[in-house]
């Protein structure tokens, strides 16, 4: 596993050139990379610019609206093998998003896990032949829940989705805030394989709340709490040998009253704090 940065992650708002040089500068071995920044930069002097600053492009969001319409969704479709090409050239081939833990009112969980995994078998399917790995981020809040009907929320469900989509580049978007509120256990993560986890996102959540009571928008730096056991979370990657990036995603409002460069330094000391060589 490596260190990457997502400063859009950390709330600070830089051109992608800043936003590699202050990865480079505090110690990461990657950045978030969209195709926005290729298309205005350029393929040569974004290779160049990473290259200079000994960056991967680590992850990326995925430009397919898969909550609407089948009118949108096709719409996006239509776009993403050009997209995925971009990346794979690129050389990014991770890809995430996250999945909402409710459903909308009078859509039945049958109907939505059936639209779920069809339009996520057929994502996939475009991806695959450009090496490209999507992940799936479970959000795990029960207050997110509380006065909704459920869909899948936990790594048990998420799994379920992976196992009957059956595609063999989807995989976890594996967050620690969502594992701690989702009540997951560092052994549900002794049955996952680096195989299975496109990206993992690290935090803390809120001191003085159990994990029914925590709010998603509210977390900490990685380690800041001691809420959230990431020597156990840490631990379980190391085990696996999980290889691809862990980003710092910790909704702390106040980074942003920071210059970038003081905001990326507070983000890369919490998580070297947490980082298991």
């Known amino acids: 596993m490596y260190k990457a940065l997502s400063t859009g992650a950390i709330g600070v708002r830089v051109p992608f050139e800043e936003q590699v040089r202050l990865a480079s500068a505090h110690g990461f071995e990657g950045v978030s990379v969209e195709k926005a920044n290729v298309d205005r930069l350029g393929m040569a002097e974004i ?7 000994n960056q991967r492009p680590a992850v990326t969001g995925i430009p397919v ?10 719409r996006d479709m239509a776009g993403l093998s050009e997209w995925a090409k971009v990346m794979s050239d690129l050389g990014c081939t991770r890809s995430a998003t996250w999945i909402m833990p409710t ?17 996520t078998a057929d994502i996939c399917a475009v991806l695959a032949p450009y090496g490209i790995q999507y992940g799936l981020e479970f959000v795990g809040p029960k207050t997110m829940r509380e006065g909704k009907t459920p869909f899948l929320y936990d790594q048990t469900g998420m799994l379920g989705l992976i196992r009957d989509t059956g595609a063999a580049n989807l995989g976890l978007l594996l967050d620690c ?10 052994e549900d993560l002794g049955k996952l394989n680096d195989s299975l986890i ?15 009571e925590q709010i998603d ?3 900490a730096l ?27 995603e910790p909704f702390c409002p106040w980074l942003s009253d920071l ?3 003081e905001a990326v330094a507070k983000v890369a000391e919490a998580l070297d704090s947490i980082w298991i060589s």
């Open 47 to 53: 290779r160049a610019l990473l290259a200079r600053f």
């Open 259 to 261: 210059s970038p460069d």
């Open 198 to 212: 496109t990206l993992v996102h690290v935090n803390d959540a809120t001191a003085g709340r159990s994990p029914d």
């Open 217 to 219: 928008s509210q977390r």
């Open 222 to 248: 990685p380690g800041a709490t001691g809420v959230i056991d990431s020597a156990g979370f840490m631990g379980a990657l190391k085990k696996m040998d999980y290889s691809g990036p862990v980003v710092v």
């Open 103 to 119: 459903l909308m009112e009078g859509v039945t969980f049958e109907t939505a896990y059936g639209q779920l995994r069809s339009r």
């Open 65 to 74: 609206n898969f909550r609407e319409d089948d009118a949108t969704f096709q």
């Open 177 to 186: 805030f969502h594992w701690y509120t989702s009540h997951g256990t560092v």
